[in-house]
């Protein structure tokens, strides 16, 4: 993959958002020969007179397996200013996955208590609070249910260490694809059926509101669920 082949979804002199696409990690890593993170670099490089000068921040990330809405600051100041955004949790997260199960309930609120375990490099679900474990919400709606799998809108209320993935699965609705909580369903390689669909909040410069969508995944599976979306 080329930096040109980069899907921008908006652009200004603050900020950049990326449709990451399944399967790249995002953060910068010397030990891979590209990710979202150093692509995006070389992008913003190859259109600047000195390319040296750039800078690209990443105020959030995305699992590897995970597409959709990676946002970046292009100055330090911003990056800042973006990272507190998230941290107050004042940008609006929704997400839509395709489950191997239809959920028990049309919609829902989920909360439960994240245990990171380093080991498997998953995340573990509580029913109660526990040493080094987080509370983890987020809320669901069916949107539509075929034979392929069940789409859910999802609103994430915090951002824990595969926090959908856990939850869904946790409630017996794996991920199509996501082998690692259990799901049975193939997808494709180094991908599941997780994308992060739209970021909304106010921009950090000018204050005004922004609403960053990225369009449906082009594949047979999500092809299912072109009228509903």
Wanted: proline share 5%; hydrophobic share 40%.
């Amino acid at each position: 993959m080329n930096s040109s082949d980069l899907q921008i979804l908006f652009e200004d002199k603050y900020l950049l958002a990326i449709n990451k696409p399944h399967g790249l990690v995002t953060d910068k890593d010397a030990r891979l020969p590209q990710t979202l993170e150093s692509l995006t670099l070389e992008y913003i490089q190859s259109k600047e007179k000195y390319p040296q000068k750039c800078f690209i921040g990443l105020p959030h990330r995305l699992d590897r397996p995970v597409s959709g809405v990676v946002l970046f600051a292009k100055m330090k100041s911003v990056l800042k200013l973006l990272s507190e955004l998230f941290a107050q949790r004042a940008i609006e997260k929704t997400y839509l996955a395709i489950t191997e199960h239809r959920p028990s309930k049309q919609e829902d609120e989920l909360k439960n208590w994240i245990e990171k375990d380093l080991k498997q490099r998953k995340a573990l679900i509580h029913l109660r609070e526990k040493t080094n474990s987080l509370q983890a919400i987020l809320r669901y709606k069916l949107i539509s249910n075929k034979p392929v799998g069940s789409l859910l809108e999802i609103k994430l209320l915090t951002g824990k260490f595969h926090q959908i993935r856990a939850q869904l699965a946790n409630s017996g609705c794996p991920i199509i694809g996501d082998t690692l909580y259990g799901a049975s369903t193939f997808y494709k390689g180094n991908g599941i059926a997780l994308q992060a669909r739209e970021l909304r909040f106010a921009h950090p410069i000018t204050k005004e509101p922004l609403t960053i969508i990225a369009p449906s995944p082009e594949d047979e599976l999500w092809d299912n669920f072109k009228t509903a979306l």
